[in-house]
């Protein structure tokens, strides 16, 4: 099992940043990609950005150029840094973990942090 805690949402106006932040814990050797994901109002659950163990990143290309996500494995942390912020990425964001155990996928979520863009 693996649990992971959002922190860093909030109110932001447009033009600004903010920066997310997921701690993760439980069995982590077999955690493939980390990152995030978003539910806008009305909006089914789309990918934000992804990081593998290689470092590779992977953007939804709405957010391509204006959000970053980074790993620290050390700690057990992952990030989103997000610049230029718009209304319309107004959305609960949610941290997830993906892991692979004897060829079998397992999806991981956080409880979500709150994400607005208003002026």
């Known amino acids: 099992q693996v649990q992971l805690v959002e922190s860093g949402g909030g109110l932001v106006q447009p033009g600004g940043s903010l920066r997310l932040s997921c701690a993760a814990s439980?069995?982590?050797?077999?955690?493939?990609?980390m990152g995030w994901y978003r539910r806008a109002p009305g909006k089914q659950r789309e990918l934000v950005g992804v990081?593998?163990?290689?470092?590779?990143?992977t953007y939804a290309d709405s957010v391509k150029g204006r959000f970053t996500v980074s790993r620290d494995s050390a700690k057990n942390m992952v990030y989103l840094q997000m610049n230029s912020l718009k209304p319309e990425d107004t959305a609960v964001y949610y941290c997830?973990?993906?892991?692979?155990?004897?060829?079998?996928?397992?999806?991981?979520w956080g409880q979500g942090t709150q994400v607005t863009v208003s002026s």
């Open positions: 439980g069995s982590m050797l077999s955690i493939v990609t």
């Open positions: 997830n973990a993906a892991s692979l155990r004897a060829g079998e996928a397992y999806f991981y």
């Open positions: 990081i593998n163990s290689g470092g590779t990143t």
